[in-house]
């Protein structure tokens, strides 16, 4: 069974930082596309960034490059999301996606070619 379990969303205060781990079990890690998406209340569901299981190139949304970094540990089939400089538009739930390496050429989209998806995790960012 496939499963992507996240975990270190929380409240912050803007200027501070978090990192968000997506756990994942039930496939082979390193032959799927794996990309973090968020939805804040009354938005859409937007690509964040995501991690290229072909040569590991990295995307990353406008809105958070440069702040947000992407990394994984294969060895522990883990996907980290480490978030700098958290403004309160980044409020919202946090998921992290598995899919086809096809997948990670949409990114900057909403997530509808990622097959596999873990229960997201909430991230607040105060002012």
């Known amino acids: 069974e496939v499963q992507l379990v996240e975990s270190g969303g929380g409240l912050v205060q803007a200027g501070g930082s978090l990192r968000l781990s997506c756990a994942a079990s039930?496939?082979?890690?390193?032959?799927?596309?794996i990309g973090w998406f968020r939805q804040a209340p009354g938005k859409e569901r937007e690509g964040v960034s995501c991690?290229?299981?072909?040569?590991?190139?990295?995307f990353y949304a406008d809105s958070v490059k440069g702040r947000f970094t992407i990394s994984s540990d294969n060895a522990k089939n883990t996907v980290y999301l480490q978030m700098n400089s958290l403004k309160p538009e980044d409020t919202a739930v946090y998921y992290c996606?598995?899919?086809?390496?096809?997948?990670?050429?949409?990114?900057?989209?909403?997530?509808?070619?990622?097959?596999?998806w873990g229960q997201g995790t909430q991230v607040t960012v105060s002012s």
């Open positions: 996606a598995a899919g086809s390496e096809d997948s990670y050429y949409y990114c900057s989209g909403h997530g509808l070619e990622y097959d596999y």
């Open positions: 039930g496939f082979t890690f390193g032959d799927y596309a």
């Open positions: 991690l290229s299981s072909y040569d590991g190139s990295t």
